[in-house]
C-alpha cells in the first residue's frame, strides 16, 4: 500500500540552526501538508500545499518556516533558524483530493532543539 | 477555532469491551475523521464521516455524527490489546483546507 515517507526519523539539532524535514508524498497525490505535534499536545496545522503554492497556514507558520516541492516528488518543510520552542513532531501528509476526502499522515520526523 | 475535543481524555478497559469515545467541535464542518495514532507513531486514518451522513461502519469500528450537538462518537467492539493508542477527530470546514485536531482519548487495552 503506498505510503507517505519522511525523514529523517529523528534530528538533533542546535538553536539557531537550519532544519529540512524531507517527505516523499504518495505519488499521485496533489494535495500536501505539514503538522506538527508537541510531546503531549494536539496536532497542529501548519501549512497546505497545493499546485506549487501555499493554500493556506497557521499562525505558527511564521517567517522561519517556508516549504517546497523542489522536484515534483519530494516536499521540504524548512525551519530557518530553530528554537527550543520548535522541538516537536513533524507530521506530512498528502491527499489526492484535498481536504474533505481522506489525508494519509508520515511517520514523522521528531526534532529536538537543543 | 473549530478544533474538535474529545471525551474522555483516558480509557482504560479489559480485552474484548467495547470502548466508546466521543468529539465535540464548535462550527459547521463538512467532514469529521477519526485517526489511530500508536505511541511515537505516525497518524492512521480510520473512518471519514461526512456531515450528510449518521452512522458509518468500517470492521469493528463504528462512528456517528450528530450534526444538530456538533458531536460525534467512536465505538470499538470487541477491543483487543492491538488496540491501544490514541484516537484523535479532526474536522475540515468547507473554505479550510486543514484538519483541525482534538487533543485525543488514549485508550489502554488490558490483556
Known amino acids: 500500500e503506498p505510503e507517505v515517507t519522511q525523514t529523517p526519523s529523528h534530528q538533533v539539532t542546535q538553536m539557531g540552526q537550519e532544519v529540512i524535514l524531507r517527505c516523499v508524498p504518495i505519488s499521485n497525490h496533489l494535495y500536501f501538508y505539514w503538522y506538527r505535534q508537541i510531546l503531549g499536545q494536539k496536532v497542529e496545522f501548519l501549512v497546505s500545499?497545493?499546485?506549487?503554492?501555499?493554500?493556506?497556514k497557521s499562525e505558527i507558520f511564521d517567517d522561519q518556516f517556508s516549504v517546497e516541492r523542489p522536484d515534483g516528488s519530494n516536499f521540504t518543510l524548512k525551519i530557518r533558524s530553530t528554537k527550543l520552542e520548535d522541538s516537536a513532531m513533524y507530521f506530512c501528509?498528502?491527499?489526492?483530493?484535498?481536504?474533505?476526502?481522506?489525508?494519509?499522515f508520515g511517520e514523522g520526523s521528531w526534532l529536538t532543539v537543543v | 477555532s473549530q478544533q474538535g475535543e474529545e471525551d474522555p481524555q483516558a480509557l482504560s478497559i479489559q480485552e474484548g469491551e467495547n470502548a466508546t469515545m466521543n468529539c465535540s467541535y464548535k462550527?459547521?464542518?463538512?467532514?469529521l475523521q477519526w485517526y489511530r495514532q500508536n505511541s511515537g507513531r505516525g497518524l492512521v486514518h480510520l473512518i471519514l464521516?461526512?456531515?450528510?451522513?449518521r452512522e458509518k461502519h468500517s470492521g469493528r469500528l463504528r462512528v456517528t455524527l450528530d450534526t444538530s450537538k456538533k458531536s460525534s462518537s467512536l465505538l470499538i467492539t470487541a477491543s483487543r490489546a492491538a488496540d491501544t493508542a490514541s484516537y484523535f477527530c479532526a474536522t475540515d470546514a468547507v473554505v479550510d483546507y486543514k484538519l483541525s485536531f482534538g487533543a485525543g482519548t488514549t485508550v489502554t487495552v488490558r490483556a
Open positions: 500545499f497545493y499546485n506549487n503554492e501555499i493554500s493556506e
Open positions: 462550527t459547521s464542518i463538512n467532514n
Open positions: 464521516i461526512r456531515s450528510n451522513e
Open positions: 501528509a498528502s491527499g489526492s483530493q484535498g481536504v474533505g476526502n481522506t489525508i494519509y
